[in-house]
């Protein structure tokens, strides 16, 4: 017996010794790709794809299902391992804590996005394993394609995930840096992810194999998105094969994911984001090809795998794309046929990160004809067309809501990182470039050492919460679990109205004052030509990019996260809707920005200087509002309430308190002692409608505007019973500035003025008549053709996608 133990204890040190070893050798998957650990049993997994297809082509689709079940290529590495199966990746994604974002997302979609984590069934969990047998079942000619888009395409973004998760682990603990490279699959998951997705004996270029890598050969080579003929390969899988690269790279760095090295940690993340973009696109492809060959089955069964990923776009997007092709069969829906697709998949690739024209070039293919007529770069956001490329500060809002998302399922860890190291505000690369996006998050956003350009609010703030990040706190402790937040649903609303209406609010407050600041230093012969117009920005800052293009933001109010949103939510309940059922304030805001974006142009800093405070102002209104409608909404709640109203009120009065305390210290004191409490407190106990007349002075007080107008009054409590005014209170009357033009919703003529302004020695010069008529023309055939008076089915899918001339002034002060 003795010489039997040691004889196994013997053969065992030298299967662990082999292990070892085989772990720290690379697998050469062709294309000048070479792994660093040895990852060959998620290569092989291509080959049970292969045997699959096999099984399927003889019409024996129990033995293929058997494959899928029980594996046979894929050769764990450990000593006396099993085969790897591919329904052994679905069971992993199933049981890992925490569950990665992609997968989350999934989930959130399928349940419709009426999703708590703490009870999931097994039939939502192990939905991958599911639609893989009943795909086997009931079409197994579509067997292969339903592994590739449910099973290893999920596994592929749950890999790289999980590798961010592990670098992060290592950062946090305080680990050598030689400790950074065990982890799943070695470097961070990425060799794992690129053995996956190439797959064993793939020839580059080819898609005439069984891995990921072919599928999104197939679909470039059948929506004709190379780069050039030259390039045999898929954008895709050229980009992926870099951002490997890259990666591997980064993390053979002797202090990768180590506290010597925090910013590796960022980077990463960075790189998982691009690659999760990347791969999203052939997903797309293969809906809309499906579609355009009107394969019924095929169409639901990317329905299943992509619909539920758009949960974090845009909802009403969502919702449409659901009804359509997830609670309908596509073979048996008989209005699809008239579904306006083509309408929504530039919105939809935008929130992936891309224009649709990435997606395929044949106009002919349904959802691509709309992709010239919908600029990426310059969206119009609410009715309000950009001159500059500001569709990715636009897109600051899909991080609010994604970082909402997440932390409402309880992913805090995963919220963190997308808050901390961004996921939808891209730096624009040079067109045809391979190079991998970088991002601006909210985090940069939060302690940018350029809000101090925004005197004196930024110094209203700062001194109010004595901390100059104060945001960014608030943002991290309650991700972090060290705030008196405790319920998810309250999580997610205080990182959410934190990041909203506090630092992005903060943040286009900035760019107004900039915008101010160019035009006092601006050369009075050259003007203001900045790459990126501060007005613009400050509008892509306040309305966001899930409000769409229709004037006054969406129909759907669950669609924006800013400032436009929040007014549209009160404004029916308030009293303060226009005709055409959004709120005043966004149509005074609308004229205010356009009008700030000609005075800029034409020069006219005093102007502009008092129009930006006036956008401050009118801002506030509907914060404000949603402040009244909170009081109501909490007072009869217990002091130790989970509900999410109670951190909203606190988010979304610490937005507009500060402002308050700067002109009425009595009342924000008030206000403050009210709605910041502490776990415990008591909730709205002096009633609603007292409070509420608090807010109302308040507002008052700090804008000078008349109460009853724009805050309107709510059920039976009215926020302006009693208030007093300290000043003009006229609208329009700013404190110590000159009176603002009365602003009603059809009243372009303020805009227009500012247009053609130009100051110049004290004198309003106006040259080159034909030059001026022709913007006014531009401007009245937006207002009366294109956007105003046109019922809303027979609005243009997009506004042109060519912006208005700029206005700038030649060295004789012409217009030219």
């Known amino acids: 017996c003795a010489v039997v133990a040691q004889t196994t204890t013997t053969t065992t040190t030298t299967q662990q010794q082999r292990q070892l070893q085989d772990d720290n050798e690379g697998i050469n998957l062709g294309g000048s790709v070479v792994t660093r650990t040895n990852v060959q049993r998620f290569a092989d997994l291509s080959q049970d794809v292969a045997e699959i297809r096999r099984w399927v082509l003889q019409q024996q689709p129990a033995e293929a299902l058997r494959v899928y079940q029980q594996g046979h290529h894929a050769q764990q590495v450990e000593p006396g391992g099993v085969p790897l199966s591919l329904s052994h990746l679905a069971d992993e994604l199933v049981a890992a804590h925490p569950k990665t974002p992609s997968f989350l997302f999934h989930l959130y979609g399928q349940a419709h996005r009426q999703l708590n984590v703490a009870f999931l069934d097994s039939n939502q969990l192990s939905y991958v394993n599911h639609q893989v047998q009943q795909t086997l079942t009931n079409h197994p000619e579509f067997a292969v394609e339903a592994v590739w888009i449910l099973n290893t395409w999920m596994y592929a973004t749950h890999l790289l995930f999980q590798g961010v998760l592990h670098c992060r682990q290592n950062v946090l603990a305080d680990l050598p840096s030689s400790s950074s490279s065990s982890d799943v699959g070695g470097m961070a998951g990425w060799d794992a992810f690129i053995a996956l997705w190439i797959g064993s004996g793939q020839q580059p270029g080819a898609s005439n194999g069984d891995s990921l890598y072919a599928w999104a050969q197939l679909q470039a080579e059948a929506m004709g998105t190379f780069q050039s003929s030259s390039s045999p390969e898929a954008p895709v899988n050229t980009r992926l094969k870099l951002l490997y690269q890259e990666a591997v790279t980064l993390l053979s760095a002797q202090n990768s994911c180590s506290t010597e090295n925090e910013a590796s940690l960022g980077r990463l993340w960075q790189l998982v984001m691009n690659a999760v973009s990347e791969m999203s696109k052939p997903l797309f492809q293969g809906f809309l090809r499906a579609i355009h060959n009107q394969q019924g ?37 008989p209005n699809i046929d008239n579904f306006p697709l083509d309408t929504l998949i530039p919105d939809l690739a935008f929130c992936f990160g891309y ?208 400032i436009y949103n929040i007014a549209n939510r009160h404004a029916f309940q308030f009293n303060t809707i226009n005709t055409e059922l959004y709120a005043n304030s966004v149509g005074v805001l609308e004229d205010l920005l356009f009008a700030a974006r000609g005075e800029l142009d034409g020069l006219a800093c005093s102007r502009l200087e008092q129009t930006t405070e006036d956008i401050l102002r009118y801002s506030m209104v509907g914060i404000t509002q949603a402040c009244v409608q909170l009081t109501v909404n909490n007072e009869q709640l217990g002091s130790y309430s989970t509900a999410k109203g109670l951190a909203e009120a606190e988010g979304l009065t610490l937005a507009i308190l500060p402002l308050i305390d700067n002109v009425s210290p009595s009342i924000a004191g008030q206000i403050s002692d009210i709605m910041i409490r502490d776990a415990g407190d008591e909730t709205v106990d002096n009633g609603a409608a007292w409070v509420a007349q608090l807010f109302g002075q308040g507002f008052t007080d700090a804008t000078n505007l008349q109460c009853h107008k724009n805050l309107g009054s709510i059920q039976s409590v009215d926020p302006c019973n009693g208030v007093a005014c300290t000043g003009d209170c006229n609208d329009g009357s700013g404190s110590g500035g000159p009176r603002l033009a009365d602003h009603d919703n059809t009243t372009w003529g303020a805009a227009i003025a500012a247009v053609l302004l130009l100051v110049g020695g004290g004198l309003l010069l106006y040259r080159n008549r034909e030059f001026t008529r022709d913007i006014r023309e531009y401007l009245e055939d937006r207002r009366n053709e294109n956007i105003r008076d046109r019922p809303a089915e027979n609005l243009p899918k997009y506004p042109p996608r060519n912006p208005p001339p700029r206005l700038k002034r030649s060295k004789n002060n012409d217009i030219v």
């Open 297 to 333: 089955p095929l169409v639901d069964l990317y329905a299943t795998a992509l619909v539920p990923q758009l949960s974090k776009c845009r909802p009403s997007l969502y919702k449409t794309m659901h009804e359509e092709f997830v609670a309908k069969s596509y073979s048996t829906n």
């Open 355 to 562: 224009s649709c024209e990435e997606l395929g070039r044949d106009t002919s293919v349904t959802g691509l004809s709309s992709c010239e007529e919908f600029d990426v770069f310059r969206p119009t956001m609410a009715g309000y067309i950009p001159q500059t490329e500001v569709g990715n500060v636009a897109a600051a809002d899909l991080d609010v809501y994604q970082i909402q998302i997440l932390a409402s399922l309880n992913s805090n860890i995963f919220a963190e990182l997308l808050y901390m190291n961004g996921a939808n505000i891209a730096k624009y690369r040079d067109p045809g470039t391979n190079d991998p996006l970088d991002y601006v998050s909210l985090h940069d956003i939060a302690i940018s050492g350029e809000r101090s350009s925004a005197q004196p609010y930024f110094d209203i703030y700062v001194d109010y919460h004595n901390e100059k990040d104060y945001g960014d706190k608030v943002v991290r402790q309650a991700l972090g679990g060290s705030s008196k937040w405790a319920a998810s649903q309250q999580v997610a609303a205080i990182v959410g109205t934190t990041a909203a209406y506090q630092i992005l609010f903060l943040e286009a407050i900035t760019k107004l004052k900039i915008a101010v600041q160019e035009c006092r230093e601006a050369d009075p012969v050259i003007g203001v030509n900045p790459t990126l117009n501060p007005i613009d920005e400050a509008a892509a800052l306040l309305i966001g990019s899930m409000e769409g293009a229709k004037l006054g933001g969406s129909s759907d109010l669950e669609d924006g996260q800013l």
